[in-house]
C-alpha cells in the first residue's frame, strides 16, 4: 500500500532533509520502494544542468525510484531567502495548486513510501495570501514533524503539532533531531515532548560525525506511521 508523508519542521534548519534521507533509508531497508519531492527549493547553484538544490540532490539519492531532478525538485530558487520572496526575485509566483500538481505527477509513480519535503516551517509563505501548510492539506497528507532539540523546542513544537491539528491533517510522528550534542537538560526535553505530542516519536537522531542517510536510518523506523 503506498503511503505519502509531509515532512515539516519546528523552523528552518532543523534537519528536515537528513531525518527524510533517514526515513528513505529506513524504508529501503525495509524493500519498500521509495521516493522524495522538495516542490520548493531556496538557496540553489548555478551548474551545467542548471539551478541545483543541494538538498533535493540528497533526497534523489536517497530515494529507490529513479526520478528526474526537475521532477524532485520542481521549483528552484537561487536566494537563499523565504521562498515567496526569492520567486518574487526571480519573477515568478508561487501557488498551492501548481506544487501540488507538481507532487502528484510523482505520486502517480506509486512508491510505497513517498515523502514530501517543505521549506522552513509550517507556516512559511508562499504568496500573499497561501503558505506551505496549505500544499499539505491540499494533498490531504499525515504530517512528520522534525524537532530540532535546542532551547525553546518544546514551545516550538507544540505550537506546530497544534497547527497542524488546526488545519485538519493528522500527526503521524515525530523526530526528535539532536544536533548539539552539549545541550543542556537534553533527555529531560525529549522526554517532555514524548509525554506532550499527541503522535508516535519515529525516533531520536544523536549528533553524528558522519550523518549519512544510513547512519541516520538506524535510530529511525517508520513502522508507527505506516500502521497508523
Known sequence: MARTFFIAGTDTD???????RGLLAAANQQGLSTAAIKPVAAGCSETPEGLRNE???LLQQAMS??????QVNP????????????????G???????L??????????R?????????????????SVETMAGLAKELNLPVILVVRIKLG?????LLTAEAIANDGLPLGGWVANCLEADMPCYEENIATLKSLIRAPCLGVVPALESPTAEAVSAYLSLNSALNS
Request: proline letters at 4%.
Open 14 to 20: 532543523v534537519g528536515k532533509t537528513l531525518i527524510a
Open 55 to 57: 538538498d533535493a540532490l
Open 65 to 70: 525510484l529513479e526520478l528526474g531532478y526537475e
Open 75 to 90: 521549483v528552484a530558487l537561487k536566494p537563499a531567502v523565504a521562498p515567496h520572496i526569492a520567486a518574487q526575485q526571480a
Open 92 to 98: 515568478k509566483r508561487l501557488m498551492v495548486a501548481q
Open 100 to 109: 501540488a500538481g507538481y507532487c502528484r505527477g510523482v505520486l502517480m509513480q
Open 111 to 127: 512508491a510505497d513510501v513517498t515523502l514530501i519535503e517543505g521549506a522552513g516551517g509550517w507556516r512559511v509563505p508562499l504568496n
Open 153 to 157: 523546542c518544546i514551545n516550538h513544537a
